[in-house]
T-cell receptor
Framework: DGGITQSPKYLFRKEGQNVTLSCEQN?????MYWYRQDPGQGLRLIYY???????QKGDIAEGYSVSREKKESFPLTVTSAQKNPTAFYLC????????????FGDGTRLSIL | AQKITQTQPGMFVQEKEAVTLDCTYD???????LFWYKQPSSGEMIFLIY??????QNATEGRYSLNFQKARKSANLVISASQLGDSAMYFC???????????FGQGTILTVHP
């Protein structure tokens, strides 16, 4: 089945540690996105990528980093500089066209130990 | 900059009745798209319906319809014949000229009573 796979489902981070969230898609989409969702809130854009080897900061990029070495993959690293990383992280992909929806993975819940 | 406002933090509806979830937006882009997503308690985001800014007719998808009033900058979601499985968080979102970037509202929690 075509779709987006995020792993792990749950992740725990120690103080001062970097952690990486995986996102893989087999929809052949050019564009990929990372969102953060805090409890009871909407989604906020962290980073997005329109094409391989290119990405742009979203609204809340500080403390996060990404790479886009392959079309299928868009991993997100939550660095130790992100002081409040506890949240639900959602990865999405799309063709990038205005009238096409983004398809989402099932998310990763990140907590601080 | 784009902005989406959902003014109803929570809504209740009786099973089999219709319900309207409000969404207003603001943008300076001449061309844009409006989306509604459903998020069950499990967390995944499910695409429901899309409306383009130049579409002449309101979008419909099964029990979902979008009441698009461009002059009022509103894009309300109407769910007809509510079912218990419709209980979830609903998000309104929009794209503009920035390559498919989505701006989300704060969401509305819908609870369907039997």
């Amino acid at each position: 089945d075509g779709g987006i796979t995020q792993s792990p489902k749950y992740l725990f981070r120690k103080e001062g540690q970097n952690v990486t969230l995986s996102c893989e898609q087999n929809l052949n989409h050019d564009a990929m996105y990372w969102y953060r969702q805090d409890p009871g809130q909407g989604l906020r854009l962290i980073y997005y990528s329109q094409i391989v080897n290119d990405f742009q900061k979203g609204d809340i990029a500080e403390g996060y980093s990404v790479s886009r070495e392959k079309k299928e993959s868009f991993p997100l690293t939550v660095t130790s500089a992100q002081k409040n990383p506890t949240a639900f992280y959602l990865c999405a992909s799309s063709t990038g066209q205005l009238n096409q929806p983004q398809h989402f993975g099932d998310g990763t819940r990140l907590s601080i130990l | 900059a784009q902005k989406i406002t959902q003014t109803q933090p929570g809504m209740f509806v009786q099973e089999k009745e219709a319900v309207t979830l409000d969404c207003t937006y603001d943008t300076s882009d001449p061309s844009y798209g409006l989306f509604w997503y459903k998020q069950p308690s499990s967390g995944e985001m499910i695409f429901l319906i899309y409306q383009g800014s130049y579409d002449q007719q309101n979008a419909t998808e099964g029990r979902y319809s979008l009441n698009f009033q461009k002059a009022r900058k509103s894009a309300n979601l109407v769910i007809s014949a509510s079912q218990l499985g419709d209980s979830a968080m609903y998000f309104c979102a929009m794209t503009g000229t920035s390559y498919g970037k989505l701006t989300f509202g704060q969401g509305t929690i819908l609870t369907v009573h039997p």
